[in-house]
């Protein structure tokens, strides 16, 4: 089946640092990926949706200088933290819709990446 | 504005029970559809299952089944005979038609299954 792959699982990084994330569909091809956040009551927030090749569309209420997402290829989506504060600490979870399905596919997701902020 | 509701927060059963989970939506759409997804506690989301607006026949697979019933807005789990292994997180969740390929799925806060040995 449909692979995401999803990189680092865990990040510890100091306030005041960037982080960034990566997202892979490995055996698919991805025109859009999404965003989630997930928190400690563990309802997924979407917080961007990335297209190959433009710019992501935001959620309302994220911050998009904070959360800066590039999609750069069919195969690639990254999720940069700026600045991180401890706030920040979630776990994130990037998902990817075969290019070659249409919107009622399944969303396959990544295994999501545990930021903690110190 | 879709939503996704799923009252109950956590569950605890004893090996063997059956469970059901159930799900609640809002949607304005006539187009819509429905998923399930595990989240064990390594943490990846595991489709489950896809139905859509216009199939509102049951689905059986295995020890899962799923009861869609859209005159109360319902698409409720219930997994027969559960084992220690069903012991994970499990989301419904709701995406719309008309935001085609970059429709989006909403999730319901997710309900915590325990199965006790």
């Known amino acids: 089946g449909a692979v995401v792959s999803q990189h680092p699982s865990r990040v510890i990084c100091k306030s005041g640092t960037s982080v960034k994330i990566e997202c892979r569909s490995l055996?698919?091809?991805?025109?859009?990926m999404f965003w989630y956040r997930q928190f400690p009551k563990k309802s997924l927030m979407l917080m961007a949706t990335?297209?190959?090749?433009?710019?992501?569309?935001?959620e309302q209420g994220v911050e998009k200088d904070k959360f800066l997402i590039n999609h750069a290829s069919l195969t690639l989506s990254t999720l940069t933290v700026t600045s991180a504060h401890p706030e920040d600490s979630s776990f994130y979870i990037c998902?990817?819709?075969?290019?070659?399905?249409?919107?009622?596919?399944?969303?396959?997701f990544g295994n999501g990446t545990r930021l903690t902020v110190t | 504005a879709q939503k996704v509701t799923q009252a109950q927060t956590e569950i605890s059963v004893v090996e063997k029970e059956d469970v059901t989970l159930d799900c609640v939506y809002e949607?304005?759409?006539?187009?819509?559809?429905l998923f399930w997804y595990k989240q064990p506690p390594s943490g990846e989301l595991v489709f489950l299952i896809r139905?859509?607006?216009?199939?509102?026949q049951n689905e059986i697979s295995g020890r899962y089944s799923w009861n869609f019933q859209k005159s109360t807005s319902s698409f409720n789990f219930t997994i027969t005979a559960s084992q220690v292994v069903d012991s994970a997180v499990y989301f419904c969740?709701?995406?719309?038609?008309?935001?085609?390929?970059?429709?989006?799925?909403?999730f319901g806060k997710g309900i915590t299954l325990s199965v006790r040995p």
């Open positions: 998902s990817a819709r075969d290019m070659d399905h249409s919107y009622n596919s399944p969303l396959h």
């Open positions: 055996d698919f091809q991805a025109t859009t």
């Open positions: 990335s297209n190959e090749g433009s710019k992501a569309t935001y």
């Open positions: 949607t304005r759409d006539t187009t819509y559809y």
């Open positions: 139905r859509n607006s216009f199939d509102e």
């Open positions: 969740a709701l995406s719309e038609k008309r935001s085609g390929a970059n429709s989006k799925l909403t």
